[in-house]
C-alpha cells in the first residue's frame, strides 16, 4: 500500500491505449470539462518502482478475483458475488494518490477496492463465504465489508446509497478541520439516482473534500449506459449544475488513473469543494456470476481484452523498458497465486458463525 504519494508516476509511452473502451476521447471532445479542470502540461517522471507496484496491485486483484469466481461456481460463496474483473486500474492508480487516512466507499462491486486499501485477502475471502474469519464475521458476505482500521466504509448492496454516506465522510473531515478527502466510487448505473444529486448539491454548497468516481463500465446491471443515462458518455458532466469540476478518464490505463486522481485530490484536499472523475473502464464478467451478459457480444468483451486489458497494458511497458523479465513477471504471478490460494483455504478451514451471532451487532431501541 502506499501511505503518500511520491509525485512520480509514469505516463503514456509505447504501447499506452488512448482510446478507452467507446465513448473516451470523442465525448471530451464535444464539450470540454469545466473550466476548473486544468490539465498539467508536464510530462510526469517515469518511476520504474511504481510501475512495478501497479503491476503486482492489479495482478493480485485479478488473482483473487478469479479464484473467487471459481469458490461461487464450487458452491462456497453464496447469493450475490460482484467481480472486479477487468476494471483493476481505477482503484488501483486512485489508491496511489491518497494517503491512508482517506476514506475510500463503493458499492458492491468492492472486493478489488479492500484489497487496495491492504485489507488481508484471508479475511476477504472469509467473508466471501460466510466465514468467522471474515471482516463482518460470515455475516456480511459479498456486498457489506468494512475496515475502520484501513478507513474502508464497506460495499453497499442499494445502488447509489454509498454517495450520501461517502458525502458525510467529507463532511466530517471538514468539520473537524482534518486535512483529509473522501473518495466515493459509483457505477455507471447509479448516476441517474436522486441521492446522488442531493450529494453534488451539499457537498458543492460547503465545499466539501469529496472526490466522486464514477466506474463506468458502459452496462450498469445489464443496460448499455447509451439507452439507460442521457449524455451516457459525459458523465463526468454531471456536476456542471453544481459547479463541481469533472473530467473524463481512460480508466484502463493506471498511469492516467493516478495523474487524473492527483489532479482531483488537489483540487479537494487544497479547500475547493468536490470533483468528479468519469473512469471510461469495461468489465470482462457479468453483473454478478449469476449473468451471462447475453446483451454484449463475445467479440465486443474480446476486443476489450485483447486492445484495452489494464494489466497487459503495464505488462508490456515493464518488458518494453526492460524493468522485468518474462521469468521475473512469472515469478510475481506464482507469488500472489500463493497469496490468493491461502486465502482460500483459509476460508476453507474457517469455522461458519456460531448461531448466536444472529443476535449481536443488532441496534435496540430503548
Not at 478518464?249 to 488537489?266: H, L, N, Q, S, T
Not at 469543494?273 to 468489465?283: A, F, H, Q, V
Request: with cysteine; hydrophobic share 35%; proline share 4%.
Amino acid at each position: 500500500m502506499v501511505k503518500k504519494t511520491t509525485g512520480k508516476t509514469t505516463g503514456k509511452t509505447t504501447g499506452s491505449k488512448s482510446a478507452s473502451p467507446k465513448g473516451g476521447k470523442a465525448a471530451a471532445k464535444k464539450r470540454p470539462a469545466s473550466k476548473t479542470n486544468a490539465k498539467s502540461t508536464a510530462k510526469p517522471k517515469f518511476d520504474p518502482k511504481k510501475a512495478l507496484y501497479f503491476y503486482r496491485e492489479m495482478l493480485l486483484i485479478r488473482r483473487f478475483e478469479e479464484k473467487a469466481g471459481q469458490l461461487y461456481g464450487m458452491g462456497l460463496i453464496g447469493g450475490f458475488c460482484h467481480l472486479y474483473i477487468g476494471q483493476e486500474a481505477v482503484i488501483t492508480g486512485m489508491r496511489a494518490c491518497t494517503t491512508d487516512d482517506d476514506a475510500i466507499i463503493t458499492s458492491y462491486r468492492d472486493h478489488g477496492h479492500m484489497l487496495a486499501c491492504g485489507m488481508d485477502p484471508r479475511g476477504v475471502m472469509a467473508e466471501l463465504t460466510g466465514r468467522v474469519g471474515g471482516y463482518s464475521r460470515g455475516k456480511g458476505g459479498s456486498m457489506h465489508m468494512f475496515s475502520k482500521e484501513k478507513n474502508f466504509y464497506g460495499g453497499h448492496g442499494i445502488v447509489g446509497a454509498q454517495v450520501p454516506i461517502g458525502t458525510g465522510l467529507a463532511f466530517s473531515f471538514k468539520y473537524r478541520g482534518e486535512p483529509h478527502v473522501s473518495l466515493s466510487f459509483l457505477g455507471d448505473g447509479a448516476v441517474n439516482q436522486g441521492q446522488v444529486y442531493e450529494s453534488f448539491n451539499m457537498s458543492a454548497l460547503w465545499k466539501l473534500p469529496a472526490i466522486y468516481v464514477i466506474e463506468n463500465n458502459r452496462y450498469g446491471m445489464g443496460t448499455s449506459v447509451e439507452r439507460a443515462a442521457a449524455h451516457g458518455s459525459e458523465l463526468f458532466l454531471r456536476g456542471e449544475a453544481y459547479g463541481i469540476p469533472g473530467e473524463p478518464v481512460d480508466g484502463m490505463d493506471v498511469f492516467a488513473v493516478e495523474e487524473a486522481g492527483k489532479r482531483a485530490v488537489a483540487h479537494a484536499r487544497g479547500g475547493n469543494g468536490p470533483y468528479i472523475l468519469e473512469m471510461k473502464t469495461y468489465r470482462y464478467r457479468g453483473h454478478s456470476m449469476s449473468d451471462p451478459a447475453k446483451y454484449r457480444t463475445k467479440e465486443e468483451v474480446d476486443k476489450v481484452k485483447h486492445d484495452l486489458d489494464p494489466i497487459a497494458h503495464v505488462r508490456q511497458i515493464l518488458l518494453d523498458r526492460k524493468i522485468a523479465t518474462e521469468e521475473s513477471l512469472k515469478d510475481i504471478d506464482r507469488e500472489i497465486k500463493e497469496v490468493v490460494g491461502a486465502a482460500a483455504d483459509f476460508a476453507r478451514e474457517s469455522p461458519e458463525p456460531d448461531p448466536a451471532e444472529l443476535y449481536t451487532d443488532i441496534l435496540a431501541e430503548g
